[in-house]
């Protein structure tokens, strides 16, 4: 069984950065693409960005895109999301999720396992 734990949410104020972390426990827990998502209240859940396992591939959703930084250490099992220049907009509880095989995917039925999320809430 795959286990995922975010942390690092919190409020801050339209500007400033925020880092988010999602430690993964289980079964080879190096070898899984990995993702964040984010759902704002009454919104459908939408990609943010994603990594390979082999780190030789990222992708971003466009509006994050120059502002967010995704990254992992697999020998910690963790993964990362460095969020700068937050906007208001960027409120939302954040997902960490994990895909068994497979290259990245902004879709998130792509996902096998998820983490029960943290909140960012970006103030003006």
């Known amino acids: 069984q795959v286990q995922l734990v975010e942390s690092g949410g919190g409020l801050v104020q339209a500007g400033a950065s925020l880092g988010l972390s999602c430690q993964v426990s289980?079964?080879?827990?190096?070898?899984?693409?990995m993702a964040w998502f984010r759902q704002a209240p009454g919104k459908e859940r939408d990609f943010v960005a994603a990594?390979?396992?082999?780190?030789?591939?990222?992708a971003y959703a466009d509006s994050v895109k120059g502002r967010f930084i995704i990254s992992r250490d697999n020998a910690k099992g963790a993964v990362y999301l460095q969020m700068n220049s937050l906007r208001v907009e960027d409120t939302a509880v954040y997902y960490c999720?994990?895909?068994?095989?497979?290259?990245?995917?902004?879709?998130?039925?792509?996902?096998?396992?998820w983490g029960q999320g943290t909140q960012v809430t970006v103030s003006s």
């Open positions: 990594i390979s396992w082999s780190v030789d591939t990222t």
């Open positions: 289980g079964r080879s827990s190096s070898m899984y693409t």
């Open positions: 999720a994990a895909r068994n095989f497979g290259l990245v995917d902004r879709t998130s039925i792509a996902y096998d396992y």
